[in-house]
């Protein structure tokens, strides 16, 4: 097989000619035209042919041509004795080849001359047809990729822990975002008998659906004999082998599995290839070590089980590569150290993710684009419990009720400029909602600007007090909410901007924050419980009247 | 935040015919002021009736960029001088539309139709 030229319809340009129809029409307008299927000629992109025909100045006789070259064979093969190029700006992109004149004498100059017109004014105009071509194929497959995308985010979504076990004495805190192209994170809380609870975080190589496969494969392997084997080890084996036979060749699985007893503080882990978990204690960090081969690798391997302890108020924090692993404009990786300290001080397994997601954006940047997904859990033991109660699973409320989907909930700190953080964390949160580009561009700018009236009107740009940010995702409508430590105190800015009093300098050419945001949502409520204020910006989603039969 | 410096770089027509361009880089807000200022200062030196701003490389403007915004085109207005702006993104011409920014600019698509539009008004 030839290789193609550059342009995928060159060889649609050839196959395009009928070379019988123009030897009629030139030279026996009378005979009724003779309509023969040539078979359509690749020309490889180191044919000299294509050099001779680029620069050639008009028709070319193939029988006088002296060319070391295959397409002019195939041309010969096929019958064709006269070939006119068809070159746009100094490309060829196409040939008009005619067969023997019927009459079998020779073409005439008045026949090149009208060739050689006819040439000149298709070249253009095949050119034209091709770009469109290619243009709508270039749409359709950038319609794919995007379509891929969402099967992909929805795969992954779905396999996600609708609840988070509510354990008395242990905070446990997750945050999954995945990446544009999404990759293959995962992470499970699985309840198990005798009130113990295993906990998964994992990593698929390779993205989009196929990830996604694996990934749900791996998920149910691991559920299905977690209550059953117990041992972390033991699980991660079983999974091992059931993964095997099915797993696609160069694919694999990291994954990091943990079984705590709440009562005593006891872990128990195994870990296939995946990232070392952290311990922060009080005096220092330590990484939970426990060696083994990735999953889908090989059968029968077997995996290095640990224990540890878990102590009053030591967090372990479980994580993919996301983070640690990601970039900045500089290229520069985030890596472990300042994962590490970034877990230093006092903080909760919640504020330690919100800790660890803010130093991550302000290494990356603003415009970053999140090149791989990005999955922590963070299992803090509290500080002040002792007590040795059996465990109770309250669960947090599922996802379905009233109160909407959490697509997020998160805090910065009022410091100046976070507002860019809360505007591209808010982002990645309605990813998934397949908004219009316009709509997200405007919740952008909104939540941009009431963060920053949180920070500094409300907070009075006091780092220590939190602008708390929720993206609720309710029936028919997104809301964001933004809270602020401001309680009943109103936002300074009762006077419409009026740009024509502005501009004479009879008003201050400040004072367009609320207005943009009312500008910006369907909506903007406000509320206050005296201590705390919480502006919410919401969004109308499609479908709305009838969202409960679309659920 | 790690955000890029924001910077206005004056810009004269190689023909001194065309209006003086400042292309404006990064994040419009309320820290733009002094440079856009001084960008300002310089592009009219010569003294050209209209100053053309180039927003192709701005991705965010908020309220306070807004406000620095309003406060050049009223110095502008003030001096008898115009104001134009191209490479807006949609999103940044919509905020310019309700804000009716617009009414006190004219707004082109880029800068080659800016040129094309203002030249008569500098020379």
Redesign the interface.
Known sequence: MTARLSKQTFRRAIRRRKADDITSTISEPEAAPRVAETPSIDIAPNDPLIAYFSSASGAVEIDRLELDSPALRELRAAGVSLVAPLVSQGELIGLLNLGPRLSEQEYSADDRRLLNNLAAQAAPAVRVAQLVQQQEAEAREHERIEQELRVAQLIQQQFLPKAIPNLPGWQIAAHYQPAREVGGDFYDVIELPGGLLGIVVGDVTDKGVPAALVMASTHSFLRADAPRLISPAAVLERANDLLCPSIPEQMFVTCLYAVLDPTSGRLQFANAGHNLPYVRSADGMRELRATGMPLGLMPGMRYEEKETVLEPDEIMLLYSDGVVEGHNAEGEMFGFPRMAAAMLGDVNGRQLIDRLLTTFSRFSGPGHEQEDDITLVALHRSATERTALAPRFEHEQPASNGAGAVLADFTVASEEGNEMIAMQRVTEAIGALDLAPAVVEKLRTAVSEATMNAIEHGNQNRAELPVQIRVLNREGELAVQITDQGGDMEIPETEDPDIDLKLAGLQTPRGWGLFLIEHMVDEMRRSSDGQQHTVELIVYLKGRVDADAAV | ????QFEATPRQQADHRGAPVVDLHG?VNRDSEPALTRAYDEAMSGGAETLLLNFDDV??I???G???I??L??RA?REGRAIAVCGL???YR??FE????I??MRVYPDEESALAGSAPAAT
């Open positions: 935040m790690q955000t890029r994040n991705h965010y908020n309220s306070t807004i406000a620095v309003v406060g085109v009223a207005r993104t949609e999103h919509t905020i309700i804000t009716r920014l009414d006190f």
